[in-house]
């Protein structure tokens, strides 16, 4: 199967300046979770250009900006999906370059933009393979919108597109990530827990407010939540086992009142992330635990939790496909087996259906200053585009392939 590898680089290198077009038209036209309208009609016209791709569109892949295609090999063989997401951030980009976005604060700093171009360049690879009778099984790629931000309902583009069933009738799923940590010719590619789940905390604690002038004439929200935030923030250094991955961070402390006014109530919230189910729990628990010191100090408190995506779990099998695909077409690619952190993504909801991996891939810029993910200086080395295309398309023939089931 080697040479089937070497053509696929040569004929990701042919596609590399298609791909590159494609990734600055995506940067230059950004669009927010659930409103991926140009995004994906985008999507949906390059894949009618191919010969072999059937596409769907809109709410029959459970998502009104959704776009699912097909390929079908000529022969029997197993089923893959291969995904990528296609919302942008409300972030106003600092780049200066000739793709900077046009959509004033509204920004792709996440690299989303490079995932829907590395998933339309397999379609082509792909496309290619079954016009040259190399294709077995069936291949579906799911361009979803909407994986940073949840609707009304508290539910991402991944959650919804799991309801359309494209997932039930595959296999195994792989999807790849920007990283700008690394350079290209690295990826980190981790087994089991990998990305954190993600949760939002909101609370407010209540007093009766006052005069700043006379604290002692009521009870001060403002000082009784100093002592909230202290009992927070120390969850996770005094209550947490210290080799269990997890976080905390508040983000967001409101009052009304002035500078000489003491207000009657003070809001916060924040998120808090876990690696397994068990701590999530733990932590929700000791939160409500924290939010209670406002009680012993004369004051009283409340506060909801609200649960997002699960922590993201890489199948064994599946993770060993991925790396198969890298080494398979790189032999000078380097593989970092660690997780990627705490920050959550809503692939995970595909790993907890079946088995699923996603593969951080380096694209760090050289020589030049950017910033990481979700900030307005975030940009990609775009030679990595053809890189991510072959390495989605070599994933889906091993796994189309391959015996033993993921």
């Known amino acids: ?32 979770s659930f409103q991926e309208h140009e995004t994906a009609a985008f999507v949906k016209k390059e894949l009618e250009k191919l010969t072999h791709v059937h596409v769907q569109a809109g709410e029959e892949t ?87 931000t949840t609707d009304e309902y508290g539910k991402t583009g991944g959650a919804y597109m799991i309801n359309s069933g494209v997932y039930h009738n595959v296999d195994a799923a792989y999807a790849l990530h920007m990283d700008p940590t690394l350079t290209r010719g690295s990826v980190r590619l981790n087994e089991g827990a990998s990305m954190a789940n993600v949760n939002i905390f909101r609370g407010k604690v209540t007093g009766t407010g006052g005069h700043g002038a006379y604290p002692h004439e009521g009870t001060d929200p403002a000082w009784m939540t100093s002592f909230v935030m202290q009992a927070l923030y120390g969850i996770q250094a005094r209550q947490m086992p210290p080799l269990e991955p997890a976080v905390l961070s508040i983000g967001e402390i409101k009052s009304e009142g002035a500078e000489n006014v003491i207000p009657s109530e003070v809001k916060l919230g924040g998120t808090f992330r876990t690696y397994n189910e068990n701590t999530r ?80 891939v380096g694209a760090g810029l050289e020589g030049r200053e950017q910033d990481g993910l979700h900030m307005p200086k975030f940009d990609i080395d775009e030679t990595v585009l053809k890189d991510g295309a072959a390495i989605l398309a070599a994933a889906a023939v091993i796994e189309t392939t391959q015996n033993s089931t993921t």
């Open 281 to 360: 729990e733990v932590y929700a628990e000791k939160i409500e635990e924290a939010f209670k010191t406002a009680e012993a100090l004369g004051g009283s408190s409340e506060v909801t939790i609200e649960y997002g995506e699960p922590a993201l779990n890489n199948d064994a099998v599946a993770v060993s496909v991925l790396e198969n695909s890298v080494t398979s077409l790189f032999s000078d690619y380097q593989i970092l087996k660690e997780p990627y952190g705490l920050g959550g993504e809503d692939f995970a909801y595909v790993a907890t259906q079946l088995p699923a991996a996603m593969m951080f």
């Open 62 to 148: 459970g998502c009104t900006t959704g776009v699912i295609a097909l390929i079908e090999g000529d022969d029997e063989g197993k089923s893959v999906a291969l995904r990528a997401d296609m919302d942008a951030l409300p972030i106003y980009e600092q780049n200066e370059t000739d793709y900077t976005s046009k959509n004033e604060g509204v920004m792709h700093a996440c690299g989303h933009d490079a995932h829907t171009t590395m998933l339309l360049g397999a379609a082509h690879l792909l496309d290619e393979m079954k016009s040259e009778g190399h294709l077995v099984g069936k291949i579906y790629f799911v361009f979803q919108p909407a994986e940073e």
């Open 1 to 32: 199967m080697s040479s089937l590898f070497n053509e696929l680089v040569a004929a990701a290198e042919k596609l590399e300046n298609d791909l590159i077009t494609w990734r600055r038209h995506l940067h230059q036209h950004p669009e927010l």
